[in-house]
């Protein structure tokens, strides 16, 4: 769709997206760099209002019907590009707004220019998996396990026999079936008033829908004891080398020590790909994101989300 100089597109593939996430080199945030992870967050329609070399990304929200989310804004340009999107052309967006994944500097930049004009606010994520921070971690660090801060992912996998574990890379053929029972089997059992069993069920189907058909994911899988319990797919930024995002991972827990493992398995095995950390995303729950703390991080990113409502749960 043609606005004057303005140009909405239809974003459908990893080799469509890759020039839009240009603006997000040198970002702290790899998660702006990581391709599938846009696709996945916006896998209710990922669309692109573009204006000369810059451009804005927006999507329907996941999993609320009545909401257009927005990736942050980085520069003077793509804040311009934001009040047109706002301001004219508000039959592409959802009744509610929200941009996602905005750090002190977005939050600067769109303060300046937008909050006030469009009467928005800023606040703690509640549903998305900011609400807790962001973590990186060392993919050395973890392998070492080295003094008092790794004891207890050194007490976890201890827990776990390990003449008894096979770790292998993702296959889809194999592995597929074996993984849609094991995110069947956590979506009943975590599902709640904010995420019903498809809502959590989706995201991992998505990602492994698309491993099946595209060679740039990292995929991994566990097996214990003949039970298969753990899997995890990355992407690679775009613009680094040395860095994987993590997109999803999901570990039995009824395994003791198998969630641990499994984060030290996959770095074990991306060492060799000359990975220097990995970007394991924030938390939804107090739960999880105390779990990824036991991988002591290198780097944690607080991230709220713009918004046009109050928040009410």
Same mark, same amino acid.
């Given at each position: 769709m043609k606005n004057g100089s303005h140009y909405v597109?239809?974003?459908?593939?990893?080799s469509e997206l890759l020039p839009h996430l240009k603006q997000y080199s040198n970002q702290v945030d790899s998660y702006l760099?990581?391709?599938?992870?846009?696709?996945?967050?916006?896998?209710?329609?990922?669309?692109?209002?573009?204006?000369?070399?810059?451009?804005?990304?927006?999507?329907?929200?996941?999993? /609320? *019907?009545?909401?257009?989310?927005?990736?942050?804004?980085?520069?003077? @340009?793509? &804040? $311009? #590009? /934001? *009040?047109?999107?706002?301001?004219?052309?508000?039959?592409?967006?959802? @009744?509610? &707004? $929200? #941009?996602?994944?905005?750090?002190?500097?977005?939050?600067k930049l769109i303060n300046q220019n937008i909050l006030s004009k469009f009467n928005l606010y800023i606040q703690d994520e509640y549903l998305l998996d900011w609400k807790y921070p962001s973590v990186f971690i060392s993919v050395q660090n973890v392998l070492k396990m080295y003094g008092k801060n790794y004891k207890d992912l050194r007490y976890n996998i201890n827990k776990v026999d390990s003449s008894k574990i096979v770790f292998k890379k993702y296959n889809h053929e194999l592995h597929f079936e074996d993984s849609l029972k094991l995110i069947k089997k956590w979506s009943k059992r975590n599902a709640s008033i904010l995420f019903d069993e498809s809502n959590l069920a989706a995201p991992y189907i998505y990602i492994l829908n698309q491993i099946k058909n595209i060679q740039n994911l990292f995929g991994y899988v566990l097996y214990y004891k003949n039970h298969f319990v753990a899997f995890n797919i990355l992407d690679k930024p775009y613009d680094n080398e040395y860095e994987l995002t993590s997109l999803v991972f999901l570990a039995d827990v009824d395994f003791k020590g198998i969630p641990s493992l499994m984060r030290y398995k996959v770095c074990e095995f991306v060492k060799y790909f000359h990975i220097n950390t990995i970007h394991i995303g924030g938390s939804e729950t107090l739960g999880l994101y105390r779990f990824k703390k036991k991988l002591v991080p290198i780097k944690q990113l607080e991230l709220v989300s713009i918004t046009n409502k109050v928040k009410q749960i």
């Open positions: 597109y239809e974003i459908n593939s990893h760099c990581s391709p599938f992870y846009f696709l996945l967050t916006g896998r209710k329609g990922l669309k692109v209002l573009n204006y000369d070399d810059s451009s804005i990304i927006f999507s329907d929200h996941p999993n /609320l *019907d009545n909401e257009t989310i927005i990736f942050p804004p980085s520069t003077e @340009k793509e &804040i $311009r #590009i /934001l *009040d047109f999107l706002l301001s004219s052309n508000r039959s592409l967006l959802k @009744k509610n &707004i $929200r #941009i996602i994944r905005c750090n002190k500097e977005h939050c």
